[in-house]
């Protein structure tokens, strides 16, 4: 029944912005607090980004101050803002959200930072 579905990944140049979105269904999306996640070729899963419920963010040393995570509980939608792209941000990006310890991840969208 919950559904988190990501889009907005593509080709960009290094330097070059994207911005990500996450819909997410099937849950009071309002009082979770959703994060990015990325997974690159070869390696595990990282943590990139998360806000809370009450608009409290943090993010990954590897993203600070490139990346904004945001929200608007009135679409059920998280985003990454995304700016100043480097090869290594290279990855298939996947948004989350927890219930009751449970994870809930999206299908990914992969991003790729390449001249």
């Known amino acids: 029944q919950v559904r988190l579905v990501e889009s907005g990944g593509g080709l960009v140049q290094p330097g070059g912005s994207l911005r990500l979105s996450c819909v997410a269904s099937?849950?009071?999306?309002?009082?979770?607090?959703p994060g990015w996640y990325r997974q690159a070729p070869g390696k595990e899963r990282e943590f990139v980004a998360r806000?809370?419920?009450?608009?409290?963010?943090n993010y990954a040393s590897s993203v600070k101050g490139r990346f904004t995570i945001s929200r608007d509980n009135a679409k059920n939608s998280v985003y990454l803002q995304m700016n100043s792209l480097k090869p290594e941000d290279t990855a298939v990006y996947y948004c989350?959200?927890?219930?009751?310890?449970?994870?809930?991840w999206g299908q990914g969208t992969q991003v790729t930072v390449s001249s």
């Open positions: 989350s959200m927890s219930s009751y310890g449970r994870p809930y």
């Open positions: 099937g849950i009071d999306f309002s009082i979770y607090g």
């Open positions: 806000i809370s419920n009450t608009g409290s963010t």
